[in-house]
């Protein structure tokens, strides 16, 4: 599947379990938890991204509890940085440190901005994917996480095609990332300006009243 997904220009992202608050869930194979030591938590990320070819990303799965720790997400970063791979956060909670941590690293990065399908039905997925096409509208772009539920497949077979009419384009993760630095440097270098020529009017206007 990586393989097939990878030749068709798609970004192949190891969806990593991490341990969530309600300790009911159930944790996959490879899955991060806070009785890891470090070595222990160190390894099996490792084990888990040499077990996928081709990955361009990593993203948590579940992680409510394991994405508010500092030591785990400093763990986590500590292996992500030695490598090529950028991070998207799921903010599965809105204590997640997770993409501030990658940040810190100077590791890619970006957020979920919606869940297409926390409630699986249909109006609730469309609704969802409604707020997608709007957010890139104010914010320039917006990341979407669902999953290969039918309910999920049939919206997105039904309004993928209409993206391009509303004039959004579908990219890659990887893509985005780099579409958003960009953005976020032209930011800054028109804050920077910005402020540049403010401090020159107040040194003209100083001069001017000390004259």
Do not use: C
Not at 45 to 51: G, W
Not at 159 to 165: D, E, R, S, V
């Amino acid at each position: 599947m990586a393989e097939t997904a990878s030749s068709r220009g798609n970004d192949i992202i190891l969806h990593l379990p991490m341990q969530a608050l309600m300790e009911t869930f159930y944790l996959e194979p490879g899955a991060l938890t806070s009785d890891m030591t470090e070595q222990e938590f160190k390894q099996s990320l490792l084990d888990s991204i040499r077990s996928i070819p081709y990955l361009k990303g990593v993203n948590n799965h579940m992680g409510s509890l394991i994405t508010s720790q500092s030591d785990s997400m400093q763990w986590l970063m500590d292996e992500l940085v030695k490598t090529d791979l950028y991070f998207v956060d799921s903010r599965t909670t809105v204590k997640t440190v997770a993409q501030q941590t990658a940040s810190q690293y100077q590791i890619k990065n970006t957020r979920r901005n919606v869940f297409l399908d926390h409630e699986l039905n249909r109006p609730a997925i469309e609704f969802q994917f409604k707020r997608l096409i709007n957010l890139p509208k104010k914010n320039g772009s917006a990341v979407a996480i669902g999953h290969p539920f039918p309910e999920t497949l049939n919206v997105l077979e039904e309004y993928i095609p209409q993206l391009k009419a509303a004039g959004i384009q579908l990219l890659p993760v990887s893509q985005l990332i780099q579409e958003q630095l960009i953005a976020q440097a032209k930011q800054k270098n028109k804050w920077n300006n910005s402020k540049s020529l403010t401090q020159s009017g107040l040194s003209t206007h100083l001069k001017k009243s000390i004259n």
